[in-house]
Structure formats: C-alpha cells, structure tokens
C-alpha cells in the first residue's frame, strides 16, 4: 500500500487549494481514506474522511462547510478540496487509509500514511 500526497504551496487567506492523494494497494470499496493535518507545535488532527463501504464522509468542525471529500475510484486518488483557506489551516496535510467498516478521525485507526504535503496560508 502507498499513498503521495500532492497539490500543497502558499495561498492567500480566503485562498482555495485542491489536495491530491495517490493511492495504490487498495480499493475505495474495502478502504476508508482520511486527511489529517500537523501544525507546527500540535498534534495531528483528522479533518475529513470518506467511507464508501458505507457511503459517508465525516468532518472536523474546524473544516466543515470548507473542505470538502471525495474520491475518484478510477483514479485511485483521494481528493481534498480546501476553501475560504486561514492561517490556521497551515500545516503539513497528510492522508491515510484503513481497511475498516466505520471510518473514524482517530489517527490511531489508520495503518497507512503519505509522506504529507506542506500548506502555507499567508499573505
């Protein structure tokens, strides 16, 4: 199982980015996929992950209504959509996947991680 991260840089605030993970070794119909990030100084958060096995997608409060989910089972890639970007959401953006039946936001959960992406919001 691997899974590249793309898509991270600097953006203004209220920027929008679209992160990318590559995923190979799994499939969306058996593996939840997540996003978490790390700020400089906390600890990893899980911001938003997608379950097809049941059809759901989860959201921390700090994103939702900004960040959206979803995947491309052709593709293989796991996408998160960013917008109305702040400078709290700086941080190194990772995916991770896990072969479960109910998806959580815990990091403990997931087996496989990327190497992460670097996001900078700033003016």
């Known amino acids: 199982v691997t899974l590249v991260e793309s898509g991270g840089g600097l953006v203004q605030p209220g920027g929008s980015l679209r992160l990318s993970c590559k995923t190979s070794?799994?499939?969306?119909?058996?593996?939840?996929v997540a996003w978490f990030r790390q700020a400089p100084g906390k600890e990893r958060e899980g911001i938003a992950n997608?379950?097809?096995?049941?059809?759901?997608?989860g959201y921390a409060d700090s994103v939702k209504g900004r960040f959206t989910i979803s995947n491309d089972a052709t593709k293989n890639i796991v996408y998160l959509q960013m917008n109305r970007l702040t400078p709290e959401d700086t941080a190194v953006y990772y995916c991770?996947?896990?072969?479960?039946?109910?998806?959580?936001?815990?990091?403990?959960?997931?087996?496989?991680w990327g190497q992460g992406t670097r996001v900078t919001v700033s003016s």
């Open positions: 991770a996947a896990d072969l479960t039946l109910v998806a959580t936001l815990s990091q403990y959960e997931y087996d496989y």
């Open positions: 070794g799994i499939t969306f119909d058996d593996y939840a």
């Open positions: 997608i379950n097809d096995r049941d059809g759901t997608r």
